[in-house]
């Protein structure tokens, strides 16, 4: 057992800020790696950033890199992505992952939410 549920999905404009979260549970998941990927309508499910562990390590892709944090709770059991300067190309939905060993191939990750849609205006 074990379930990840996102939330804080929304919509805004560009520029703006919002903070998703992903919450687990059934199960601790502290051990493992956590991950954000994206997937917008006919488009790949695309990586965006993750966190080791303890959180000394993080990864993010150029997209997002200077403009999206990614932390974790592990007392909360939860991961957040803080989104800053928000643009339309970020319109997707974010889904949270968990998995024993990191990196950015979204088919090698065992534990996925439901997904939070973020949609961006112009």
């Known amino acids: 057992q074990g379930q990840l549920v996102e939330s804080g999905g929304g919509l805004v404009k560009a520029g703006d800020s919002l903070r998703l979260s992903c919450a687990a549970s059934?199960?601790?998941?502290?051990?493992?790696?956590l991950g954000w990927f994206r997937q917008a309508p006919g488009k790949e499910r695309e990586f965006v950033a993750h966190?080791?562990?303890?959180?000394?390590?993080?990864d993010y892709a150029d997209s997002v890199k200077g403009r999206f944090t990614i932390s974790r709770d592990n007392a909360k059991n939860t991961v957040y992505l803080q989104m800053n300067s928000l643009k339309p190309e970020d319109t997707a939905v974010y889904y949270c992952?968990?998995?024993?060993?990191?990196?950015?191939?979204?088919?090698?990750?065992?534990?996925w939410g439901q997904g939070t849609a973020v949609t961006v205006s112009s």
């Open positions: 992952a968990a998995n024993l060993l990191g990196g950015r191939v979204a088919a090698t990750w065992r534990y």
């Open positions: 059934g199960r601790t998941f502290s051990s493992y790696n």
């Open positions: 966190i080791n562990w303890s959180g000394s390590s993080t």
